[in-house]
Structure formats: C-alpha cells, structure tokens
C-alpha cells in the first residue's frame, strides 16, 4: 500500500519540521519512504513544500503528482500548488487558533494514519527541549483531535527492521569523512550548502567559507598539495568561477573533488529549484583539453560511497574528480538501511618513499601517467607544484618535446583509469532488465521514477540504464547496445535540460547515429523546475 503527503505553508512556517517529525517516526517503523522538498527563492512569504511518498513495502519508492493528502497552511499553498499536483483531499488549517502549524498537522497526519498520540509525543521529545515540550504537545494534541478522518493507509504497525532518513548531501558528506576527508571548502550555494551543515560539526574536517568560490577552489587544491583529502562543493555559478582551478589541477597533477549540486539556470536562474542542464560543463569543466573524471551516484547509497570513490580515485590519478548531483539528489530526504551502505577501502595512490639521495621527480614519465606523490617536507623530495608547463621536477619548461611528453602523460591517466576501473566488478553503467525490448536511458536521481513507472506497469518490455560515470565512459555499454539492436525496438533518453546534454554523450560514445536505429530513438525532456513525476511517462 502507498500513499502520498504534503505540508504546505509560507516560509518561516517551519513547513519541513512536520514532514521530518512524520518521516523520522515511520522510518523508525520500517516504512519505505522518498520526501521531496520543494521551496522558492524569493524567500519572504513564498510557500514551502515537503512532500512524503510512503510505503510499507520494503524498498519501495515513487514519486507522483498525486498526493492524497496534503495539508496547507494558507490559501496561497492551495492556489499554488494546484497547478503542478494532484491534490485529492486538502486540510487548509488557516483558520486554526495555532502557533505551530507545523506540528499541528503533524498531530492530525498521525490520526490520518492511525498512529497513536504516544507516539507522536515521543517524537517531539527527541526535538523540542523540556521547555519548549508544553506548548508543542499542546499543539500536537489539538491537531489529533482536529482530524476527523482516517486513511486507508494504516501506519501504526511496525514493518520492518528501523531505517534511517537521510538527506543526498547528508549521505555524500558522512561517507566522504568516514573516506578520511580532511578538509572542506565552500562558500554557500544552493543546492550544495547543506554539505556545510554536516560536515562543520565534525572535528576531523577542516573548513574553510572564502569570501568567493574561486577562494574556496584554490584553498581546496592548497590542503591537496599539502597532502590532505580535500573537496569542495557549489552549484551552477560558483562551479564557473571553480573551473580554472580545474584547470591547475590537472597541471600540477593535485587533484581535489569538486561536488556540483546542479540547479535550475541559466545565470542565477530559479536556484531552488532542480535540472541537469550542467552535464555538458562538467565534461569540459576547463580551457584547454582538460577532461576531469566526472561521477554520477543515483541513489543515496551510491551518494554515499560515491563519496569515497571520489576522493580515492581523486589520489589514485591524482586528477581532478567531479561529483555530479543535482538539487533532488542533494537535497531530497529517504529511508536509508545502514547495512546497505558498503564502501571500498581507503586508497591514497602512489606515495613516494623517501630514499637517502635527493633524485625524486614528481612529475616523472610513467607507462600509466601517474608518478608517486610526496608531501611537501618530505626529506629527498624537493619539486615544485606549478601551473606552467614543466618538465619531470616541476621547472618551467617550453621546450616542444617535452611539452608533448608531459601532455601525453597526462593524458595517458585517462586510459589507466578504463582498463584499471571498468571490470567485472565495476560498470560506468547499470542495466535493469537487460533482454527488455524499450529502455529508458537517464542519470541521477531520475532512475527513481522510472524504476517506479516500470514495476507498476509490470511491463517485462521496459529497462532501464542508468548512466553513472560519465568521463571516461565505459565503451562496453556501446557493445551492449551494437549487440542488442536487433532487440531493441526504443531508446528514451530521460534528462531534466532542453538540449539532451546526455543524449548527446550518449550517441557519440555509443555511436547512435546510425541509420540502423532510425525511429527508435526518442526522449522525454523536462527543465520546468519540479522533479519528473510518474504520470509524465505514461506515453511511453
């Protein structure tokens, strides 16, 4: 059984606290759970929306435009919303005598659900101190008594074993210090901010807010020189100011993770809102032929230990990584099973060894690209970390030959990483259900949705691949298609901008363009600012 629930009011209401109550008490029940907050920039009144899509089937989850119940605070979050969701029964509370709607609605979600007041009590005193207890139990009563209804939907037993509820960013950010992360940098951008908030707290990190994001790029790639297990994290426009440094660490061969959260553009856009209009950028993220590995995680466990594969593949190459999300990724919450998030093991890559005489070469020439690193102080390995071309000491060097060599070297890293990365054990890609006869091809968090369209369809035609590293890509996904073509009657590519940024990647590395696949290509494209709902796909 699934049902969906919104909270709805203007900002400073506190909107997300009911859904967070309400969520947090079902995830401790077992229940499956995808909550998906929606807010406006234009911050002073606006409405604010948190909307929970639950299950009492395990791993279950979906999200639709239809949402059963949906409690507003005002007028306007009716208004509003009843142009983009379906909503079936509205519980406007205006006229309530409340001064905390926020758990008001919680206390009359919990009656709508069957679940006792008890338990809602003890929610709020894991939230609210002693003092504060009073009033917001009073509140939380008064909104019980308040719903007359009952759903069909009873969450009052337990399910399944406890889950936890995590938000994109919160897992990104706790596997990235359990990574051994050292230092972080950022400067405040939505969708990325959030980051901020877990990893401050934590005492192993070390943070740095620069006065732009340049500053927080070049801070980042100065704890990397140092030796530290750096990252830095922005959207849209912080990431253009970040892309010269890109450029420097690919030069010095530093590397550094660079987290682009994408958002809704261009320029400042609608910044609280959600696309993948970045992909094509993060491809080309620099001047020059600077091609930075870019990794794609599509759920929160892949969030998770995309984190730490971030950050080792960032010393193995010692090479700049991008870790690409965007806002539903980031900033959407879902029950999460601890025993689900698996992580490989802290690799830190080449490190040299200190020898009696001084004859290191941080830049030396190697069959893989990659030279064995040395933190500045180590005894015998004196070199210099420049931005100019240089030779195999880091002097600066316009000799023609050597240019060639060190481009080459360079280069040459991009090679190690497919045959060294892309084996048995690990793909640039997923397939689901790969006999299917149609499959819907995306990245992200959008293999939610799809997953969803295809399970409740029981439609044995559909698959699904979800494409999870972006540069290098993974050829064997070219081979995959060139062998089942004469299967394959549809490919819809899947992606939230207007001009197909991974359809275009997709058809050069996989070489669509072919008369032999004439009609079987098409797309859904979506950049109006809310996530792709499951009744948009019912065409296909």
């Known amino acids: ?7 709805s009011g203007s900002a400073g209401t506190w909107v997300n606290t009911s859904g967070l109550l309400l969520g947090q008490l079902l995830a401790n029940k077992g229940y499956s759970l995808l909550a998906d907050k929606e807010y406006a920039s234009i911050i002073k009144w606006d409405n604010n929306n948190f909307f929970l899509y639950i299950s009492d089937k395990k791993e ?30 509205i519980y406007n509370v205006k006229e309530q005598t409340s001064k905390r709607k926020n758990v ?38 008064n909104g019980y008594n308040y719903m007359q209804n009952i759903s069909d939907f009873n969450a009052s037993p337990i399910v399944d074993t406890p889950k936890t509820l995590m938000f994109g960013n919160e897992c990104i950010a706790k596997w990235a210090m359990e990574s051994w992360l050292d230092f972080y940098s950022a400067y405040p951008m939505t969708p990325a901010s959030s980051l901020i908030d877990v990893v401050t707290p934590d005492h192993r990190v070390t943070f740095f807010q620069g ?41 010095a061969e530093l590397g550094g993770v660079y987290i682009l959260a994408q958002r809704d553009g261009p320029s400042t856009g609608t910044p609280t809102f959600t696309g993948q209009g970045d992909i094509a950028y993060a491809l080309n993220a620099s001047f020059w032929d600077t091609l930075p590995i870019v990794l794609a995680p599509s759920t929160f466990e892949e969030a998770y230990t995309f984190a730490g594969k971030s950050l080792n593949r960032s010393d193995i190459y010692q090479h700049p990584v991008i870790l690409l999300t965007d806002k539903q990724l980031s900033e959407s919450y879902k029950t999460v099973d601890p025993q689900n998030l698996k992580a490989e093991a802290i690799n830190r890559g080449k490190i040299y060894t200190p020898t009696a005489e001084d004859t290191y070469q941080r830049y030396e020439l190697t069959e893989d690209g ?14 210099i970390g420049t931005s100019y071309e240089h030779d195999t000491y880091g002097a600066t060097n316009e000799e023609p030959t050597m240019k060639g060599q060190m481009s080459d070297k360079r280069f040459r890293k991009m090679d190690t990483f497919i045959r060294q990365e892309f084996n048995e054990n690990f793909y640039g890609y997923e397939i689901i259900n790969p006999e299917a006869k ?37 050829a064997r996904l070219a081979t995959f298609l060139e062998e089942k073509n004469t299967q394959i009657e549809k490919l819809i590519f899947v992606e939230m901008n207007p001009s197909g940024q991974m359809e275009r990647l997709v058809t050069e590395q996989c070489k669509l363009a072919d008369s032999k696949r004439n009609g079987k290509i098409s797309h859904h494209r979506k950049y109006t600012l809310y996530p792709i709902f499951e009744e948009e796909l019912i065409s296909f």
């Open 1 to 7: 059984m699934k049902v969906s629930i919104g909270f």
């Open 60 to 89: 279950e989850i979906f999200i639709t435009k239809w949402i059963d119940y949906f409690f507003a605070f005002d007028d306007y979050s009716v208004t509003k919303n009843q142009t983009i969701y379906d909503l079936k029964n």
């Open 104 to 141: 008001f609605c919680f206390g009359a979600a919990l009656k709508l659900l069957s679940i006792s007041l008890e338990e809602g009590v003890s929610a709020l005193k894991s939230q609210f101190s002693p003092e504060a207890l009073d009033e917001n139990v009073t509140e939380l009563t």
């Open 211 to 251: 006065e732009d994001e340049i500053a927080v790029s070049m801070a980042m790639l100065g704890a990397k020189f140092a030796g530290k297990r750096s990252m830095c994290g922005t959207s849209g426009g912080g990431f253009a100011l970040m892309t010269e440094s890109i450029s420097f660490s690919n030069q």
């Open 370 to 383: 990659i030279s064995p690193n040395a933190v500045p102080g180590t005894p015998n390995a004196l070199f």
């Open 438 to 474: 149609k499959f819907f091809i995306t990245l992200g968090a959008n293999r939610y949705v799809l997953e969803t369209y295809i399970k409740d369809h029981a439609d044995e035609n559909f698959g699904l691949i979800v494409i999870k590293v972006l540069q290098p890509f993974d």
